[in-house]
């Protein structure tokens, strides 16, 4: 287990225990950090995992309080807590592959011009930011987020935004240069002219090829980070 998981985890069952109220601010993330004797770092990544959950929320000025109370939180830290651990990340890169086949090829049949445009604007942002990987995962989470939108399925577009979430962590550390980078764009490129054309069973070969090596990437990232 990461130390995100086990921190996120150990959260999770001080939350569900009723030793806190709803709407309790938490401690800091130093005293956090001190209490758990993890590193900062460790602790700001767990609670912002915890936050895509919707299990605390994050008053900017303020500090990061608990949402709701714990008979309210303990059915969804029973259906997502156990994904915040190494044995389900694995099954998670593939629950989001075939998700994001079924966004592009929905995509490809349901998207509106303005939403072409926008993905195009995204591919070129991810073009223009090969050199600073921050920016250039923005866009990608753009680019995806477009075609879930565009996809026309709330319930698609809310899963795979939980799950590239929860993936985040990994999927930041996956691009390790200009390299990895210039290999997405291609890939998008692919899957944005699909789209454009709308051939829903191109946009679909060109996302299960592009899930293919990316869930490569970000599961060489999660085993390097989880080596004995």
Known sequence: ???????????????????????????????????????????REALAALEILGIVVVRPGSGTYLRDSASELLPRTLSWGMMLGAPRTRELVELRGGLEVQAATLAADRITDDGIERLGEHLDAMRGSRGELAAFVEADAR??????????????????????????????????????????????????????????????????????????????????????
């Not at 709407?23 to 602790?43: D, K, M, N």
């Not at 996956?174 to 829903?200: N, P, Q, S, W």
């Open 1 to 43: 287990m990461t130390p995100v998981s086990e921190v996120a985890e150990r959260l999770l069952a001080f939350f569900t225990s009723g030793q806190i109220a709803a709407g309790t601010r938490l401690p800091s993330e130093r005293q956090l950090s001190a209490s758990l004797g993890v590193g900062r770092s460790a602790v």
């Open 143 to 228: 680019f995806h987020g477009e075609l879930a939108l565009s996809a026309g399925n709330q319930v698609l577009q809310e899963l795979l935004q939980s799950i590239r979430s929860l993936l985040r962590i990994w999927a930041d550390r996956a691009l390790e240069g200009k390299r990895d980078a210039t290999t997405a764009v291609h890939e998008h490129a692919a899957i944005f002219a699909a789209v454009r054309d709308r051939d829903a069973d191109a946009a679909a070969s060109a996302m299960a090829a592009h899930m293919t090596t990316a869930a490569a990437r970000l599961l060489a990232s999660f085993d390097e980070a989880n080596a004995p």
